[in-house]
C-alpha cells in the first residue's frame, strides 16, 4: 500500500529468526563504546509501542542497516562509518534548542526523553544515490519536542545541526563539504506525524554510525535531510542553509522530496536497488514522496515540484 499502512506488526513479526539472534552478535560486536553514552530514559527504546504508520514491508536485518549507510563526519565509503564511529562519544549529549520558541534552553537526553513514550516506525529509507531499505527506527514525533518548547507565530522553519568533533569524526577532516552539517524543514514538514526524532533502531539504542544518540527521520525525503547526531534545533522565521544545497545547489534543493519523474542531474530517480537484493535482483520503481503521498502531498499543492528537488 502506497497510503495508510495501520497494521498490528512489530519488528519481531517481520524479521527472520536467525536474523534477529545474529543481531545480538552484531551488537556485541560493534563495542560498548558505541552505547556507553547513551543512559537512562534513552535506553526506553526497549519495548517502544507499534505505530499505525509502520510500513508492511519486512525490515533489512540489522546488518544491513548498520554496516551499508552515509556519515560523511566518519568517512565517505559506505563501511566507514561502521568502521571510525565508535570514536563517537554520546556521554552527556545535550541538545541546544533556541531561535522562535518560548522555552529556549539546553537539554539532556534524560530532558527530552522524559515522559516521551517511544514508538517503533518500520519506515521506507530512500537514498538520493537510488538505494533504499526498510528501517524499524524507535522514536517519538519532533512535534511532540515543538510543543513542549512552544513554538512561537513568527516561526516558518525548523533548523538542525550536526555534532563538530574533529577529534572524534575523522571525516570532518576532508573538506567535502563546508562543516558542521546542518539541515532544515518548513515548520508544517516538521510537523508532520511522520517526522521523528529516532534514538533508536530494532528496539535497541541508535548505533553510532546511524545517528547516535538522536536523528532526524523524514521518510518521504531524501535520506541526506534526515540529519543525524543532532546537537542544534532553532526555530526561524527564514529559510535555512542546508549542506548539500550549500555545496552544490545545482544537484541539491531544500525540499528534495522523492520524486522518480525527476532525475537527479547525474543519475536517473526512477528506480531503485533495494539493498540486500543481491546482484541479479531486479530494481524496484521509486514512489512518488517514497509511497508516503497520502499524508504529505497537501504539503506542496500548487508547488511546482520539478523545481524544488
Same mark, same amino acid.
Given at each position: 500500500?502506497?497510503?495508510?499502512?495501520?497494521?498490528?506488526?512489530?519488528?519481531?513479526?517481520?524479521? $527472520?529468526?536467525?536474523?534477529?539472534?545474529?543481531?545480538? *552478535?552484531?551488537?556485541?560486536?560493534?563495542?560498548?563504546?558505541?552505547?556507553?553514552?547513551?543512559?537512562?530514559?534513552?535506553? @526506553?527504546?526497549?519495548?517502544?509501542?507499534?505505530?499505525? %504508520?509502520?510500513?508492511?514491508?519486512?525490515?533489512?536485518?540489522?546488518?544491513?542497516?548498520t554496516s551499508y549507510c552515509n556519515y560523511y563526519e566518519f568517512g565517505?565509503?559506505?563501511?566507514?562509518?561502521?568502521?571510525?564511529?565508535?570514536?563517537?562519544? /554520546?556521554?552527556?549529549? *545535550?541538545?541546544?534548542?533556541?531561535?522562535?520558541?518560548?522555552?529556549?534552553?539546553?537539554?539532556?537526553?534524560?530532558d527530552i526523553l522524559k515522559g516521551t513514550t517511544l514508538e517503533e516506525?518500520? %519506515?521506507?529509507?530512500?537514498?538520493?544515490?537510488?538505494?533504499?531499505?526498510?528501517?524499524?527506527?524507535?522514536?517519538?514525533?519532533? @512535534?511532540?519536542?515543538? @510543543?513542549?518548547?512552544?513554538?512561537?507565530?513568527?516561526?516558518?522553519?525548523?533548523?538542525?545541526? /550536526? @555534532?563538530?568533533?574533529?577529534?572524534?569524526?575523522?571525516?570532518?577532516?576532508?573538506?567535502?563539504?563546508?562543516?558542521?552539517y546542518v539541515e532544515g524543514l518548513r515548520l508544517d514538514e516538521a510537523?508532520?506525524?511522520?517526522?521523528?526524532?529516532?534514538?533508536?533502531?530494532?528496539?535497541?539504542?541508535?548505533?553510532? *554510525?546511524?545517528?547516535?544518540?538522536?536523528?532526524?527521520?523524514?521518510?518521504?525525503? %531524501?535520506?541526506?535531510?534526515?540529519?543525524?547526531?543532532?546537537?542544534?534545533?532553532?526555530? +526561524?522565521?527564514?529559510?535555512? $542553509?542546508?549542506?548539500?544545497?550549500?555545496?552544490?545547489?545545482?544537484?541539491?534543493?531544500?525540499?528534495?522530496?522523492?520524486?522518480? +519523474?525527476?532525475?537527479?542531474?547525474?543519475?536517473?530517480?526512477?528506480?531503485?536497488?533495494?539493498?540486500?537484493?543481491?546482484?541479479?535482483?531486479?530494481?524496484?520503481? /521509486?514512489?512518488?514522496?517514497?509511497?508516503?503521498?497520502?499524508?504529505?502531498?497537501?504539503?506542496?499543492?500548487?508547488?511546482?515540484?520539478?523545481?524544488?528537488?
Amino acid at each position: 500500500m502506497a497510503g495508510r499502512w495501520k497494521n498490528d506488526l512489530n519488528w519481531s513479526d517481520t524479521t $527472520p529468526k536467525a536474523a534477529w539472534l545474529n543481531r545480538r *552478535q552484531i551488537m556485541a560486536g560493534m563495542g560498548a563504546a558505541a552505547f556507553g553514552g547513551i543512559a537512562g530514559p534513552a535506553l @526506553a527504546g526497549l519495548g517502544a509501542v507499534k505505530s499505525e %504508520y509502520s510500513t508492511v514491508e519486512e525490515p533489512n536485518p540489522l546488518d544491513h542497516i548498520t554496516s551499508y549507510c552515509n556519515y560523511y563526519e566518519f568517512g565517505t565509503g559506505k563501511e566507514d562509518p561502521a568502521r571510525n564511529a565508535h570514536m563517537l562519544n /554520546t556521554d552527556g549529549w *545535550q541538545v541546544e534548542i533556541d531561535g522562535l520558541v518560548d522555552k529556549p534552553g539546553t537539554w539532556t537526553m534524560d530532558d527530552i526523553l522524559k515522559g516521551t513514550t517511544l514508538e517503533e516506525r518500520i %519506515y521506507r529509507f530512500r537514498c538520493v544515490e537510488a538505494w533504499s531499505m526498510v528501517i524499524p527506527w524507535v522514536g517519538f514525533e519532533l @512535534a511532540d519536542l515543538l @510543543a513542549r518548547v512552544g513554538v512561537q507565530s513568527g516561526a516558518k522553519y525548523v533548523a538542525f545541526e /550536526t @555534532a563538530l568533533r574533529p577529534d572524534e569524526m575523522p571525516g570532518v577532516r576532508s573538506p567535502v563539504i563546508d562543516w558542521p552539517y546542518v539541515e532544515g524543514l518548513r515548520l508544517d514538514e516538521a510537523m508532520n506525524p511522520l517526522t521523528i526524532l529516532a534514538t533508536g533502531l530494532y528496539d535497541e539504542p541508535m548505533p553510532n *554510525q546511524n545517528g547516535a544518540p538522536i536523528r532526524l527521520v523524514v521518510p518521504w525525503k %531524501y535520506g541526506f535531510k534526515s540529519i543525524k547526531s543532532i546537537v542544534r534545533i532553532s526555530l +526561524t522565521d527564514k529559510e535555512p $542553509p542546508t549542506s548539500w544545497n550549500k555545496t552544490n545547489g545545482r544537484e541539491y534543493g531544500f525540499y528534495s522530496n522523492v520524486n522518480p +519523474t525527476v532525475d537527479h542531474p547525474r543519475w536517473s530517480q526512477a528506480s531503485e536497488r533495494v539493498i540486500g537484493g543481491g546482484i541479479l535482483a531486479k530494481r524496484k520503481p /521509486t514512489l512518488m514522496f517514497n509511497g508516503y503521498g497520502q499524508e504529505v502531498a497537501g504539503l506542496y499543492e500548487g508547488m511546482d515540484l520539478a523545481k524544488f528537488y
